[in-house]
């Protein structure tokens, strides 16, 4: 996965080339959090 995540393109969200913007609002950031530690759980056998 890490090595998925490091070939993502990051960048301004006008460049048609970026497939991930900056996150706006903490509620976003919260939402991706969220998703990250589900991830780990499910990583770790957690469901």
């Known amino acids: ?3 998925t995540v ?3 393109p ?10 991930v913007g900056p996150l706006a ?3 976003q ?3 991706v959090e969220s998703y990250l530690e589900v ?3 499910k990583a770790r056998g957690w469901r």
């Open 10 to 19: 990051f960048g301004d969200p006008r460049d048609p080339e970026t497939f």
């Open 39 to 41: 991830g780990r759980r």
């Open 25 to 27: 609002a903490e509620r």
């Open 29 to 31: 950031r919260d939402r």
């Open 6 to 8: 490091g070939t993502v």
């Open 1 to 3: 996965m890490v090595e």
